[in-house]
């Protein structure tokens, strides 16, 4: 592979409608592929898709993959995945039992970074610091991104909202 879409979106190259489409329609070709192996792969993000020169997209590192059931994963997810940006709200609210919906909120993201060339939800970079302070700082922060955009969930959707 010649490229990631991290360093295609980056580059001066035009992107067409085409390449947005195929693009999006590989990830999630691949994602339910690797969903349907009972696999969330937790860190989808622009530099984990390689692009040739046909631009044929593989997604690659699974270092943060985990195997996942429909009854429930609780005790053996974690909320420290993904990068920030592209990380789903319910990780960061800290539920316990998420689902391949958060692959496809990533998925989102790196779509609208296609379309818009920069990342929709840039919240603050983070310094690994071992405080829980700092953790919850730049997760507020990156909620505020997203709450800043989305706007704030009305009270109905509040309330299907939950973690056990």
């Given at each position: 592979m010649e490229a990631d879409l991290h360093q295609i979106i980056?580059?001066?190259?035009?992107?067409?409608?085409?390449?947005?489409?195929?693009f999006v329609y590989q990830i999630c070709r691949g994602l339910k592929y690797i969903h349907s192996a009972n696999v969330l792969h937790r860190d989808l993000k622009p530099?984990?898709?390689?692009?040739?020169?046909?631009?044929e997209l593989k997604i690659?590192?699974?270092?943060?993959?985990?195997?996942?059931?429909?009854e429930g994963n609780a005790g053996?997810?974690?909320e420290y995945v993904a990068t920030r940006w592209y990380r789903a709200p319910e990780i960061m609210l800290s539920f316990q039992n998420y689902t391949k919906a958060?692959?496809?909120?990533?998925?989102g993201c790196i779509f609208a970074e296609m379309l818009g060339g920069k990342p929709l939800f840039k919240g603050r970079d983070c310094i690994l610091l071992d405080s829980v302070y700092f953790i919850l700082f730049f997760d507020v922060d990156q909620l505020n991104q997203i709450l800043g955009i989305l706007g704030t969930p009305d009270e109905t959707t509040l309330k299907r909202v939950g973690s056990e």
């Open positions: 980056r580059s001066e190259q035009p992107l067409t409608d085409a390449h947005f489409q195929y530099g984990n898709l390689l692009v040739n020169a046909d631009c690659c590192d699974f270092g943060l993959a985990r195997g996942f059931s429909d053996f997810m974690t958060i692959d496809m909120w990533s998925v």
